[in-house]
DNA sequence: CCGCATATGTAGCCATGGCTACAATTCGGT
DNA sequence: ACCGAATTGTAGCCATGGCTACATATGCGG
């Protein structure tokens, strides 16, 4: 039953294939998160002093109304990477900046793989906002390590 | 006001920037209708018969209930990329067909390319769900041109 | 210190993609 | 020919992330 015909190509077996599909619908829930606390982060920059960034900026940037940041910014606080007071704007918790730490260093060798493969820069740079989401750590850990034997291509 | 500040990192320009994310979100829309389109192609067989395979089936693969199934193959039709009858299972179109092609030779490369650069097989099978639909074709033709000068890795 | 522009927040709508529960249809086996 | 299991379809719920329209707060310039 499980394989009586065997299609044409590659179909894995029904068990990975759904596992594989699914974690990739599901890191979606995540991308948002991500997206908010790499774009706060870079906005707020390095400095200890980190400052609060409002609804407005962040939309901009975003391409969305700030209408929605201001929903988003609900959940970053209820999932803990962010805190943020009425008209006060939004400042990243220590989960918060770890996990930017993560995203922006991920978005990096992203961009760097590719350009090292060969993809023009403007691409590179518009693709790996998509792509960054879904690279898991070993599959990061393999592009640091090609990077590291191919300099700069 | 634009950039008062230039905060630390590589903050690109707003606009870009809401482009780049804008592109990634909108992505988005059609990350569902291609997985639908490659199961249903590779399910199928490239024979010219091509069967038409049934919500329950899709389900399984796809690790989501059958409802859900059957409310996205409405979709898939909607969009012209497959035709259903009840109780009759669902067929591509020719667009649907020809949507199937591209996706499944941009798998094929993705695959490819983050073995060739050193990705273990189980990683690259299952990030390349996630990662595909976020290569733009530039990035894709970057990535046949390296593959072409990079023997099997 | 007041008013107005701007930023922020709220309410309510829509589409999507999940789900469960229940109804209807097919179809193989007796 | 029919009965029951499996598949398919429908209804209705939920959360999410978009949006617009409207309401409220901030804070600067006069």
Known sequence: MTAAR???????????????LGRARTAQTRVLLEDYVELIADLAGDAADAPPIGPSTLARHLGVSHATVIKCIGRLSREGLATTLPYRGVTLTQAGLALADRVRRRHRIVVALLRAVGVPEAEAAADAEGIEHHVSDKTLAAFERFLRHTPVG
Request: zero cysteines; proline letters at 20%; glycine letters at 0%.
């Open 6 to 20: 065997r299609p044409t190509p590659t179909v894995p077996d029904t068990v990975t294939q759904a596992a594989h």
